[in-house]
């Protein structure tokens, strides 16, 4: 049994994708053991209750410097025992230390195809603004390893969506959402706890 942790800072639409995935059989040989938030009174802590799943946060602002806040994720971490962490909205960056002592063990969610619209400064909304912006005809998601990069990390999925005239950031983000990354993250949790990766 994959035991996952699930980092988030936001409204959890990636968490309830993969909760819903692991409830209804897709999502096999995997236990969601743990929910950890960098943010108090968010959306996703909600959904991992009402999924009776453990959950906490971690917030920078309640520690005096970063190498504390780095200590104590990786604490809360370490207090799950897990086989693997996924970033589901983590507007975090990932200490050195979580990454040495879990190196293979992180993957990510990104909301374009990487290499484009990727690296520092492209999250959220900015990377949908910045497809737009760009004219490009064809966007999706990509699940990837972490390493000490920036969406470095070797590719694991990939999943095409069409843009499309009229396009907002906000529309492309939420069709992006729901055509891939809201498939393809649970499929490649379920990858690896069948030893398909």
């Known amino acids: 049994m994959l035991k996952v942790v699930v ?6 639409t990636n968490l309830q994708a993969i ?9 096999t040989n995997t236990e969601i053991v743990g929910v ?10 909600e959904r991992a209750e009402k999924a ?3 959950n906490k946060v971690v917030a920078p602002k ?41 190196e293979g063990k992180i993957i990510n969610i990104h909301p374009s195809l990487i290499p ?19 004219g490009v005809k ?17 590719i694991i999925l990939q999943k095409a969506v069409n843009v499309l005239p009229g396009d907002t950031p906000e529309i492309l983000q939420r069709r992006i959402m729901e055509e891939a990354e809201w498939v393809i993250l649970p499929q490649a ?5 069948n030893n398909k990766i």
């Open 138 to 154: 064809v966007s999706g998601a990509t699940v990837h390893f972490v390493d000490a990069g920036t969406d470095t990390g070797p």
């Open 7 to 12: 980092l988030v800072s936001g409204g959890g």
């Open 52 to 54: 009776g799943i453990d």
């Open 62 to 102: 309640d520690y005096p410097d970063r190498a504390s806040f780095n200590k104590a994720l990786l604490a809360a971490l370490d207090s799950y025992d897990p086989d693997l962490i996924v970033l589901a909205g983590f507007l975090v960056v990932i200490p050195e230390i979580v990454i040495q002592k879990y």
């Open 19 to 27: 909760i819903d995935k692991v409830q209804d059989g897709t999502v």
């Open 36 to 45: 950890i938030s960098n943010n108090y009174g968010v959306k996703s802590l």
């Open 189 to 193: 949790i379920d990858m690896i706890a």
């Open 116 to 134: 484009s619209f990727c690296g520092t400064g492209y999250y959220g909304l900015r990377v949908h603004e910045a497809a737009l912006a760009r």
